[in-house]
């Protein structure tokens, strides 16, 4: 990990909205650092980013997450307390052609209330009370630029943000290289050394409840399907705060099917999806139909290998963080946030001292 910058911790940029970066803005607002928060979206969440139909909320990114990690194990218990959260599933399957059997998950899985992007819009909110920060949704920035008083940001149509003294990226490192590329040597290596997977989501609500699946419960909530194309699926109207809504279903596709497939039409994706769904049911049960479908892709859904590097920083001020450098979590994305935000913190107090001890 290379050195933080000596630069006063005063006024960062941090780009990307989703989980990382909003932990990240909490933190260092929480400590009196002036945050601004960029992100391409129309709103916050990145992966935990939830599809809103007139009849339906769907979850396309992540279905649900664990806790490992102490720290993020408090901030669920906030989150639990205040109802922004609950376990789910409670009943999981694996599923085949051959039948479904129960699958015996040994972490306990919590999803957001009443959809997954409430946790991520409750840290958008809470990092807004804070004095001194911002957010600009629809925001796509492609530009850094280096000036004497500190970091300027440039978007899509041309506008300026800034001066910064420091900039924090939580996007995908591929979407991260052109940014930092004419300026750190050392941070455009790490993007380029960590490949990103892809993966299509896709969804569909149904005019009628499924049936019972062969060997299975009427109450299942997840399944784990083996099938080349399909990964997992998951039942939207199971999870909590979203009983009155009809049968809608996630499914998930492996991540080698996604990328053979990564440039198809998303109709042609979700058709095939289903199709895969329906082979774990006996031939000839008689399912119900799709109201309406599609398919979302995720070009870069997770790293190809985890990495032992939460974040990292260069000495002219720029870092990177996200779950793009470890394991694809929840947590891992607000694990890294979090820590990045706190490097910075205890760097900024040690080179306070540091000047303070050196007047004397």
């Known amino acids: 990990m290379t050195t933080v910058t000596s630069a006063p911790l005063s006024n960062v940029a941090v780009v990307g909205a989703g989980m990382a970066g909003l ?8 400590h009196g650092v002036a945050v601004t928060v960029f992100d391409k979206a129309r709103g916050p969440g990145g992966r935990m980013s939830t599809k809103r139909l007139d ?4 979850d396309l990114g992540a279905q649900a997450f664990t806790v490992r990690d102490p720290a993020f194990r408090d901030a669920v218990a906030d989150w639990l307390s205040s109802g922004l959260v609950a376990p789910w599933p409670i009943v999981s399957y694996q599923a085949s052609s051959s039948g479904w059997q129960l699958h015996h998950d040994p972490h306990t ?9 409430a946790v991520t819009r409750h840290l958008a909110d809470r990092f807004q009370t804070y004095p001194q920060t911002a957010l600009h949704l629809a925001t796509r920035i492609e530009a850094l630029q280096r000036s004497p008083n500190g970091w300027q940001l440039q978007d899509a149509q041309g506008r300026g943000y800034g001066p910064f003294d420091h900039v924090v990226l939580t996007t995908p490192p591929p979407q991260a290289l052109p940014l930092v ?22 969804w569909a609500v149904l005019d009628a409840t499924l049936p019972t699946p062969p060997g299975g419960q009427s109450d299942w909530q997840m399944a784990r399907i083996d099938h080349p194309a399909l990964r997992l699926v998951s039942r939207n109207q199971t999870k909590p705060g979203r009983e009155r809504q009809p049968e809608s279903l996630s499914l998930m596709a492996h991540l080698d099917w996604s990328e053979t497939h990564l440039e198809d039409d998303p109709q042609a994706v979700a058709a095939l999806l289903w199709a895969a769904f329906t082979a774990s049911f006996p031939a ?13 892709r995720w070009r870069y859904a997770q790293p190809s290998t985890a990495d032992d590097q939460l974040y990292l920083y260069s000495d002219s ?8 450098f470890t394991a694809s ?20 107090v040690h ?10």
């Open 109 to 117: 899985r919590y999803t957001g209330v009443p959809r997954m992007s």
């Open 23 to 30: 932990a990240c803005a909490n933190r260092l607002a929480e």
């Open 351 to 360: 080179n306070r001292a540091s000047s303070s001890h050196s007047n004397k």
């Open 317 to 324: 001020g720029l870092a990177m963080c996200g779950d793009s």
């Open 181 to 202: 590329a004419p300026w750190e040597t050392t941070l455009a290596e790490a993007c380029r050394a960590r490949d990103q997977r892809s993966c299509w989501a896709a």
């Open 284 to 296: 000839g049960t008689p399912l119900p139909l799709r109201v309406t479908s599609s398919a979302h």
């Open 55 to 58: 009849q339906a909320q769907l």
């Open 329 to 348: 979590r929840v947590e891992s994305a607000w694990v890294s946030g979090t820590q990045s935000a706190q490097a910075l913190i205890d760097r900024s």
